[in-house]
């Protein structure tokens, strides 16, 4: 597949285009310096801002699925949110229909009551509200999408052993990897388990 990857100099961007590389697709990958990229023979590197729409757009182009990993490098941004408002329409206007994202656990419907929760709310509480900004935004759109919400992220190899669910419940020892997220990622690529549904993780 040709996949278009936003967010790939992240900690579980990096995991999705080792892995991805690895199984096979074709990447192309937006990043605001492209020298925090893998170097590849499959993998096209575009210099921009996500929240730049004709620079997207390029990055969208003749692909077949979009995987985003953005997240936060500083307190207050909304970089989900704004990159979703010019991904989406990228997609859309280039036919694209997959999308997969990672969210975080503690977002919409996922707001339990619960230490985990509630933790989270505090010591995120600026990344948990653009996850929901950036949730509301996949949710009202035309696309086949499923969102990602993690357990408490950390290093470590890929498993592929871990448990999803839209009701799993998490708590403060909940764990996956880096890696873990990715291969979850690349693995429902081909699979509507999860389609149009939201699934936390944890191994």
Same mark, same amino acid.
């Given at each position: 597949?040709?996949?278009?990857? /936003? ?33 590849? !023979? ?20 003749? &692909?077949?699925?979009?995987? &985003? ?27 694209? !229909? ?14 339990? *009551? ?10 995120? *509480? ?5 996850? !929901? ?15 990602? *919400? ?7 190899? *890929? ?14 020892? &909940?764990?996956? &990897? ?5 291969? /979850? ?19």
């Amino acid at each position: 597949m040709h996949l278009a990857v /936003f967010g790939g100099t992240g900690h579980t961007g990096r995991h999705l285009l080792e892995q991805a590389l690895a199984q096979g697709h074709t990447v192309t990958a937006l990043a605001r310096d492209p020298r925090g990229l893998a170097t590849h !023979e499959r993998l096209r590197p575009v210099a921009g801002d996500v929240r730049d729409a004709a620079v997207v757009k390029q990055v969208i182009a003749g &692909s077949d699925a979009v995987l &985003s990993a953005l997240g936060q490098r500083r307190w207050g941004s909304t970089v989900c949110t704004d990159g979703m408002r010019t991904i989406l329409p990228a997609m859309q206007d280039h036919g694209v !229909e997959r999308l997969i994202a990672v969210s975080g656990y503690g977002v919409a419907d996922s707001r339990h *009551r619960n230490l985990y929760v509630a933790i989270a709310r505090v010591a995120i *509480r600026s990344l948990m509200r653009d996850k !929901e900004g950036m949730e509301d935004l996949i949710r009202a759109s035309a696309t086949t999408w499923t969102i990602v *919400r993690p357990a408490l992220l950390t290093g470590g190899p *890929r498993t592929g052993r871990y448990r999803t669910g839209t009701d799993l419940r998490l708590t403060i020892t &909940s764990r996956i &990897s880096y890696a873990d997220v990715a291969d /979850f990622m690349l693995a429902h690529l081909t699979r509507d388990d999860y389609a149009c549904r939201a699934a936390a993780i944890t191994s």
